[in-house]
């Protein structure tokens, strides 16, 4: 399937919201697990650490190509057709090794979003392992009534018959993950794909090693690796995981790569849920409460791993004389937030990689004389200070790319309403918010804004919310996960109707008479008055 290797698309430079994938600079591997690299595989007995410097002679002899792929989703499939997948108590066993890990390497999970993202000890809890948790724990108190078939009622058609929906695994499903938030939605995918009884293989980004090599120590220790499993690498090893026949795909990452990763699935006519990005917009009244405002917005951007979130702000919409008060109330919640220098801030996360702080400096140079607060950039530290810039030209490359980092373009508008049809030039964002006290601009904003989610008066908490699902719309993603979702997406759901050998009615066999045909078409209407003449010989019909 060389025409869907991801090589040629990803080789190049690329925004962060694209999530490329890159080579790691180090691998460690673990015992019993296979770790598979872009340039080594080592099969090992007992824990190891290796650099590819060290082991230049498993370069040419142990890729992971197609062919390793394959044997490796023959195995998981050999496993799910077992049957052992499908019963409740591993589910319940796997959720609760889930349970067991969360809890106790809290502190390393920690650690290593440190090391991928400087991510703050209480951002990386709050955002991650605290999600994470809570998915783990929705999944094992809701499990059963999940699992249990949905009645249904039938019509007279069929009487005497019952009928119910099936909830049922996939099969084999493929769970490729995203560097910005490395643990949570790799974890998330995954308690969902487990919780619907299938056999799950997780690809965690390379570009977050510490946290995928992690990942891959922690399922080898906790899970059932028949069923199980860690790949980790980079273009290769992706490459070779699509070209196999799934049963489902979850991707997290840019629109560009989820072309690719579709374009793969169709080959097998393989569903795919797909959690991309986009700008999402912050539209401000001049109504609100500015201090909560300015502090909700910070913390759904700055505050949000310094940006790199897929529904991050990434530009705001307000009136032209209420921006002054709205960018001030910024700049003194920042302060608060993260000091006089932020550069020396701790809680700040740092930009994922030297190649995106580059692409970050690019759109922030272009339009330097927009910028009102902030700008400072340090290479060696990979972060760039909270930035705003005010009214910049709608064809900067600032205002046509997903920011995915910490900078805030803020557009003015003469009529807050003026801000939808900005809204809609653009592609459907994962997320759009407002912040308003006016009631009608609320119902006008859910009425006429398409976007995958959306909050009115916060930001980005609604994600944590049981009971709603997670999903994009169009660019930003087709098909949603989490609680319940998760289950359903890793799931069919199988209808099924039950009949006994009574009441076998001559009516639906030929010959069809005349006769035959009203009551027919009387039962089909389903008007009680009208098959009680029929079956009196009193209808006309």
């Known amino acids: 399937m060389k025409s869907l290797s991801l090589g040629p698309f990803l080789a190049a430079s690329v925004p962060v919201g ?23 595989v080592v099969f090992s ?43 409740y108590e591993w589910r319940v066993s796997q959720l609760e090794g889930i349970a067991k890990m969360l809890e106790e390497k809290e502190k390393e999970i920690s650690e290593a979003l440190d090391k991928d993202l400087s991510k703050p000890g209480v951002e990386a809890f709050i955002t991650e ?21 949905e009645k249904v009622k039938t019509s007279i058609t069929t009487y005497p018959s019952s009928a119910e929906i099936v909830p049922e695994p996939l099969g084999v499903v493929l769970v490729i993950s995203t560097w910005n938030f490395p643990f949570l939605l790799s974890m998330d995918p995954v308690i969902g794909a487990i919780s619907a009884g299938n056999a799950v293989v997780l690809k965690p980004s390379e570009i977050a090693p510490a946290t995928s090599s992690l990942l891959a120590n922690l399922i080898e220790n906790y899970l059932d690796n028949s069923a199980v499993r860690v790949v980790e690498g980079a273009i290769p090893e992706t490459t070779a995981l699509l070209e196999q026949k799934w049963d489902k795909i979850l991707y997290t990452g840019s629109a ?38 300015a502090r909700r917005i910070i913390s759904g951007k700055w505050a949000c791993n310094s940006g790199q979130a897929c529904i991050s702000v990434d530009y705001i919409i307000t009136r032209k004389e209420f921006a002054p008060a709205l960018i001030n109330a910024l700049k003194e919640e920042l302060e608060q937030f993260f000091g006089k220098d932020p550069m020396e801030s701790k809680d700040m996360s740092r930009i994922v990689s030297p190649t995106q702080f580059a692409r970050l400096v690019r759109l922030l140079d272009e339009v330097s004389d927009k910028i009102v607060l902030g700008g400072q950039r340090d290479e060696k530290k990979l972060k760039i200070a909270p930035t705003i810039v005010l ?15 910490p900078i805030m373009p803020i557009i003015t508008v003469d009529n807050i309403e003026d801000s939808f049809s900005i809204i809609k030039s653009k592609p459907k964002p994962l997320a759009a918010y407002l912040f308003t006290n006016n009631e009608q ?54 209808s099924v109707l039950y009949r006994s050998f009574d009441a076998d009615s001559s009516l639906r066999y030929p010959p069809y008479t005349p006769e035959k045909e009203k009551l027919l078409k009387a039962l089909i209407s389903g008007n009680i008055f009208r098959i009680f003449l029929t079956l009196f010989g009193w209808s006309k019909e």
């Open 18 to 40: 694209s999530r490329v994938f890159a080579d790691p600079l180090t691998k460690k591997c673990f015992r019993k697990q296979l770790h598979f690299h872009s340039r080594c």
């Open 45 to 87: 007995s007992y824990s190891c650490s290796a650099t590819l410097s060290v082991v230049p002679e498993l370069e040419e002899k142990q890729i992971f190509d197609g062919e390793k792929a394959a044997l490796l989703v023959k195995d998981l499939r050999k496993s799910f057709d077992s049957g052992k997948t499908k019963t």
């Open 129 to 149: 392992i605290s999600q994470a948790k809570s998915s783990c724990s929705e999944a094992l108190q809701e499990l059963k009534h999940w699992m249990k078939p």
């Open 256 to 293: 560009r790569v989820g072309r690719i990763v579709m374009t793969a699935a169709a080959k097998h006519l393989t569903p795919v849920i797909l959690e991309l990005g986009g700008k999402c917009p912050a539209v401000v009244d001049s109504d609100v409460n500015l201090q909560v405002t």
């Open 391 to 405: 009214d910049v030209p709608e064809d900067a490359m600032v205002m046509q790319e997903e920011i995915f980092g």
């Open 441 to 494: 601009l609320k119902k006008d904003y859910v009425d006429k804004i398409s976007s995958g989610g959306m909050l009115i008066n916060d930001t980005i908490i609604h994600v944590g919310t049981r009971g709603l699902p997670f999903g994009g719309v169009e660019e930003s993603g087709m098909g949603s996960y989490h609680g319940k979702f998760s289950f359903d997406g890793f799931s069919h759901k199988k």
